[in-house]
């Protein structure tokens, strides 16, 4: 039997602040004990991201679900859907209902009520905080001071189950004053994510842009097919990306044995690993610390 392993990442960002580094952690950690919870009950890789993903995109701190930041007319769009508070739920019936791998706007919306997704106001997703990034965005282009970088919040989670099956969960809101119907590399498979029993799971984060220009994630893994520990493959990559497109961003990767990697060259990336009982946590590069699990 395997040991089970789930990782979570809370974003790729340029800073965080200070007054906001708690509530942060707090909730990176929190996502990461749910997923964890359910491997040890002996739920699927899938469920323990799931539900992982789930509890980053309740949280307000963070760039999916209620916390999404907005496009150019004020609005939510999680890439491909809008409306739906957990798109990692709904993502996960279209797997698994669906022979597609993509559904959006209208029968993204269809489907979801079809299968008893609830529709919510779009205005019930909108904080005050992304109002005032929104603003803060416009001025900045207004004085061709923007940087695209800076926005780099995706939520994803990665987990090995105690079958040795793997699976990866991705979900954005997108980037800040972004064009209405801009797709991300979130959705994308091979861009924000990849899962292969005999390879490993990843979630990427980071400038969507750059991230599809490069196919990250799905680079990172053939390094491994290669031959590379977690850990050279995902310095590779996002290396690579970092040359190539003039991209950052991070990523969280596993392997069937339980080996697990987190690794970003943006500023910071909000992360929690738990294993074997114990949990590691970070956010900025110099910040590790490790707890036991209750």
């Known amino acids: 039997m395997n040991s089970a392993v789930i990782v979570v990442h809370g974003g790729g960002a340029s800073c965080i602040s200070k007054d906001r580094k708690e509530r942060v952690r707090q909730g990176i950690v929190k996502a990461a004990t749910v997923g964890y919870n359910i491997l040890k009950e002996g739920g ?7 539900g992982a993903v789930v509890v980053l995109e309740d949280d307000a701190e963070f760039n999916a679900g209620h916390g999404s930041v907005l496009n150019e007319n004020g609005e939510v769009e999680m890439d491909a859907i809008r409306c739906v508070a957990n798109p990692i739920k709904l993502a996960r019936l279209v797997m698994e209902k669906t022979h597609h791998c993509f559904l959006t706007d209208q029968g993204a919306a269809k489907f979801a009520a ?20 929104l603003e803060k965005e416009k001025h900045e282009k207004c004085a061709q001071k923007s940087d695209p970088q800076k926005s780099l919040g995706t939520v994803g989670a990665v987990a090995v189950d105690c079958r040795g099956n793997v699976a990866y969960a991705t979900s954005t809101g997108g980037i800040v004053n972004k064009m209405p119907g801009r797709v991300g590399d979130t959705p994308c498979i091979g861009s924000g994510g990849y899962a292969d029993n005999d390879i490993g799971a990843i979630s990427t984060t980071g400038h969507g842009e750059s991230i599809l220009k490069v196919n990250l994630a799905r680079l990172t893994l053939f390094h491994v097919e290669q031959g590379k520990t977690l850990e050279e493959a995902a310095e590779a990559s996002l290396g690579y990306m970092k040359s190539k497109v003039k991209g950052v961003g991070g990523v969280i990767v596993v392997n069937k044995a339980g080996d697990w990697a987190v690794k970003w060259t943006s500023a910071s990336m909000p992360w929690a690993a738990a294993k074997d009982g114990k949990l590691h946590s970070g956010i900025d590069l110099s910040d590790t610390s490790v707890t036991d699990l209750p």
Not at 44 to 50: Q, T
């Open 114 to 133: 079809d299968n008893g997704i609830p529709a919510i106001p779009g205005e019930q997703l909108v904080t005050e905080r992304n109002k005032k990034r």
């Open 44 to 50: 699927s890789a899938v469920d323990a991201v799931e």
